[in-house]
């Protein structure tokens, strides 16, 4: 039985793909070295993950799924669609990173949002009525030479168009992108032959089939699939499906030709039972029996059954072993967890764990005595003694949590007033002047800061000294915000590595990797928490540096905490409880923390759920139910607010649209959105729901180093007064600054407070 994994990590086990990326755009007009030096680390790393995939037991190796920035973004190179704004010629690897990052003037980057229901972020292609297109296949030729030149048995793997298409977005208004779906099939067609000769199998990515699809798209899908099947031959074409079951879409693969059909058994175990139906006899099914988006161990016996099943229908030659989807969002390797405790890191399987464990499921399932040495019936024996005694440990239970939580009442997730009769309150309270000017709540992390931090967790910088340093580049950055006439201040967190890791290093129930990054977007990586067991708060979390800030002021400083949604999504979540469960526990912790920080004179708190969108299921049957208790989580953790604290949220970089209504849900006094990317666009969720509280539409993006003007961000705060009533619209940036440098923090900010200053002017006349 073969083994094959749908992608792999990118950036490498010390992030070496990260330092290189961000040399080379530090290296400014000077590049060329850098360019080169950035594209040999990603050849080394690619050659070097495909060897270790192969120790670890997995026959056949993903070409294609490497990217230097985001896979969508590839895509849309190798099909031509640079945007007309960006300037033609030149370096084709500058213009990739223009089209990501933004350049200078009219440059301004793509869209970027989540990944289906992921924490990564992809690049919206830009497509036009009569868009055409000019394929080119070179640089998967190219890495088809790097695996070919190291012996390696390799498939290439690419965004299949129907999800290429479904995730575009149409720049024109009234023009229908799924009219380009034949040219863009078409063009795939051109870069599939030119691959058809080179690849054993070419692996086409439609997670939208896990969708609900609108009536009239599985025809056309399934016409476009049947079109690129007889373009690639001889090559196999793998159909891969994941983040859900795909019956209902069942009529876009049934009876076609494919060489493999893949599924996504993690997520929607029950869809095999009805899927041998669908293939013909040259068809093989890869089974993604290994979770592919959590760290925990794979239940052995559970993932040998659908194994063995799919083997008396169609024989060991017919079933391949896979993860449930692409290992990008695990971790690389357990190797350098040597901090972890023990009996949780035996729980653990990293991407080259789990490729371990794909090798002897696939032998197993096989028939076969041994694999790789390992007898398989002490395997799994060795397997399910691991999980129980897992299951069974002690400090994974928290009686007083528990009792808490059954405690909860309805009463608990509602403020005490409604926002009508607080907002009277919170204004009186505050006297903030129309279009308050804000940020999200981190400011730039620079070299200083992570030295320092860096210093104090190694132990080389005493508590005093590291406390020292915190309160300099607080008092620093507060008199920034008093300088540049911001109305409502943040602390910047310093002492924050990460918006979830830090509230994770403060609860219970939590423990952290010394190595697990894992990629966001870009050179941007995270390392998630893991949630072992049951969550709760044994002290204050933020109380002291929000009070701190706010003693350096007069101006109201806001208090900054991670949502629980948020939390949740962001962490490795334990697998044994259901997740609404989880993310309560974590409510609770920080309804204790709202508290505190009201007592300790606090007026105004953020509490962050950009992840409320990303959680939610792909199919519509399932989504009420999740947004019901996502929604109850938010309301728990700000319930013990006082009508005069104002509660903030923030949200960014995900399709809200469908969802405002579940928004408004929340109550929160004041949410800020991610909305300069698309100039506003997001804002038409707005027209159609009157939305009721006070919103904040982002007036530039922080994840471009391009300085907008004033006049820019001007043009967009009267697009939002457009839709939203000017007494209820707030000016921010779109999204925390920590990634950005000071030089054009300032900058901007400088040019944000000006355009809010002109929109009074212009709005308020009077």
């Known amino acids: 039985m073969l083994t094959h994994t749908l992608g792999f990590p990118r950036m490498g086990a010390a992030r070496e793909l990260k330092k290189a990326l961000e040399t080379y755009w530090n290296a400014g007009a000077n590049n060329r070295e850098a360019g080169r030096a950035l594209l040999d680390t990603a050849k080394a790393l690619r050659l070097r ?39 033609a010629g030149g370096d084709p690897l500058d213009l990739y990173f223009r089209m990501a990052r933004g350049g200078q003037g009219d440059e301004t980057a793509m869209e970027m949002t989540k990944w289906f229901d992921t924490n990564y972020h992809y690049i919206v292609p830009e497509l036009t009525r009569g868009q055409t297109f000019t394929p080119d296949a070179s640089d998967l030729l190219a890495q088809l030479d790097e695996a070919e030149a190291a012996g390696l048995r390799a498939k290439i793997a690419l965004p299949g168009p129907c999800t290429f298409l479904h995730l575009a977005k149409s ?51 399934r016409a476009a699939i049947e079109r690129l099947i007889e373009a690639a031959r001889p090559a196999r074409v793998m159909l891969a499906t994941y983040f859900g079951g795909v ?11 494919l060489g493999a059909l ?49 083997v008396e229908h169609l024989g060991a030659a017919r079933v391949m072993a896979a993860p449930s989807c692409s290992l990008l969002h695990c971790p690389m390797s357990l190797e350098a967890e040597t901090s972890l405790d023990p009996e949780i890191r035996s729980a653990m399987a990293f991407a080259l764990e789990k490729c371990a464990e794909l090798r002897t ?13 390992v007898v398989c019936a002490g395997w799994l024996a060795e397997n399910r003694r691991a999980r129980e005694a897992w299951a069974a440990n002690p400090h994974r239970r928290n009686d007083v949590v528990r009792t808490r939580l059954a405690a909860v009442t309805p009463r608990m997730l509602t403020r005490a007033q409604p926002y009508p009769e607080r907002a009277k309150l919170q204004r009186a309270a505050l006297s903030l002047p129309p279009l308050p000017t804000t940020t999200i709540g981190s400011f730039p992390q620079t070299a200083e800061v992570r030295a320092a931090r860096a210093k104090f967790r190694k132990g080389d910088m005493t508590d005093e000294a590291y406390d020292a340093f915190l309160r300099d580049t607080i008092r620093a950055t507060v008199g920034i915000q008093e300088r540049l006439g911001l109305d409502v201040l943040v602390h910047g967190e310093p002492e924050r590595n990460d918006m979830v890791e830090h509230f994770g290093e403060k609860l219970a129930g939590f423990c952290f990797t010394r190595n697990g990054w894992v990629q966001s977007y870009g050179s941007r990586c995270v390392k998630p928490p893991v949630i072992y067991g049951d969550v709760s708060r044994p002290a204050p979390m933020t109380v002291a540096w929000s009070s701190y800030a706010q003693s350096l002021t007069k101006k109201p400083m806001k208090g900054m905490l991670t949502g629980p949604v948020t939390i949740l999504c962001w962490s490795f979540v334990r697998d044994d409880q ?44 399932d989504r009420d139910g999740y947004l019901r208790w996502a929604v109850d989580a938010f309301r728990l953790a700000v319930g013990s607010a006082a009508p005069q604290t104002q509660i903030h949220t923030h949200m960014c970089y995900c399709e809200f649209n469908e969802i405002v209504e579940w928004i408004a849900k929340l109550d929160a006094d004041v949410i800020s959105i991610e909305a300069s990317r698309s100039r506003m666009e997001l804002l038409s969720a707005f027209r159609r729901f009157r939305y009721p509280n006070e919103i904040g539409p982002g007036v530039y993006d922080i994840h471009s180093p391009r300085v907008p003007d004033a006049r820019e961000m001007l043009e967009l705060i009267h697009r939002a007064a457009a839709v939203i009533p000017k007494e209820r619209l707030w000016v921010n940036p779109d999204c925390g600054l920590k990634t950005r440098a000071w030089p054009e923090t300032l900058a901007s900010l400088t040019n944000m407070v000006q355009a809010a200053r002109l929109a009074r002017v212009e709005l308020f006349p009077d």
């Not at 996504?264 to 068809?283: F, K, N, S, W």
């Not at 499921?361 to 040495?373: F, I, K, M, N, Q």
């Open 171 to 221: 720049v024109d208004d009234g023009f229908d992108r799924f009219e380009l779906l034949p040219a863009l099939t078409e063009a795939y067609a051109d870069i599939l032959g030119k691959l058809a000769g080179r690849a054993e199998w070419i692996q086409l990515d439609e997670p939208v089939l896990a969708l609900d699809l609108p009536q009239f798209l599985p025809r056309r899908f």
């Open 247 to 257: 019956s209902q879409n069942a009529d876009v693969y049934s009876g076609l030709p």
């Open 578 to 621: 259901p997740r609404a469960e989880t993310c309560a526990q974590i409510a609770l912790a920080l309804r204790d923390e709202v508290a505190d920080l009201q007592a300790a004179g606090i007026r105004i708190i953020q509490i962050d759920e950009p992840a409320l969108r990303e959680g939610m299921p792909l199919r519509g049957r």
């Open 262 to 310: 893949h599924l996504d058994l993690c997520r929607a175990p029950e869809q095999l039972a009805g899927v041998y139906a669908h293939l013909t006899p040259e068809t093989a099914l890869s089974l993604g029996v290994v979770d592919g988006r959590n760290i925990w161990r794979v239940d052995a016996e559970q993932a040998l059954r659908p194994l063995q099943n799919a």
């Open 49 to 87: 993950h495909w060897t270790a995939q192969v120790q670890a037991g997995i026959d056949i190796v993903p070409v294609g799924d490497f990217s230097l920035y985001d896979h969508m973004l590839d895509m849309a190179m190798r099909l031509g669609l640079a945007p007309a704004r960006f300037a």
């Open 361 to 373: 499921l696939a032998d197993c399932a096989a028939g076969l005595e041994t694999s790789r040495g």
